[in-house]
């Protein structure tokens, strides 16, 4: 790690330690002599590429006020694709979460208003990622019924929207993570993709939050998210698809 940190261009460093818990990249926060801190995240040379979407899709998201860390660069040292980010403000929402739960209702009505803050954004400089392909038959089944029950608008999709990915201070969301799932298309495969980690019983007990306090936190949530709505939408047929295919990653199938 010493010989990657000493290509970055980033000052002295005074200390560094990896963070547990990245579902992809390896994470590090990096600290130099500056006081100065960053996201230093690490992949195999081959995927540099992911990394430059990513770096495009958080480019997007930052020109329509979502708040995003700032990307310093991407490169490959020492055979590895590295990203070098600005640490983001605030903590993880699931942080805040346990450690104020009081908070939940407060909490939850901003991560659903930021939640649909990005699904007002229209992109046209990007296309379906592969990641919402279908990855089984049965899932293809779930998927397509869900796209046949009605078209609608094409927005900007997190796809990995949850209490890890995105961080709060004082219950206002600070900033949103871990882009590498954001496509465009319908934006009820986004919220249903949210509700099913905050749903499912195996991402529960991953994330460690009690049922009475995820069920608050997620009716705050959509709240949040339909609050300058008429009123909620009937999701069933986008949830189907996405406890499908939740499970499934989870369970490694």
Known sequence: MEKILEQLNIGVILDFQRITGGR?????KVRNMSE????????????????????????????????????????????????VMGWGRGRTVLQELLDNPKNATELGMDFGRMQRQLHDVMPSEMGKSEWLAPKSEREKKLYENARSANETKICFLHMDYHPLNVLAENSKITGVLDWMNASSGDYRYDLARTYSILSVEEARQYLGIDHVLVKRFREAWLDGYYSNSKGREELDLYIHWANDRLVREMTGD
């Open 36 to 83: 100065k801190r960053y996201a230093v995240r690490i992949l195999p040379h081959e995927r540099v590429d992911q990394f430059k979407q990513e770096e495009h899709l958080i480019n997007i998201a930052h020109k329509n006020g979502i708040p995003v860390p700032f990307v310093h660069q991407v490169m490959e040292v020492e055979k590895y694709a590295v990203m």
């Open 24 to 28: 992809d990249s390896v994470v590090y």
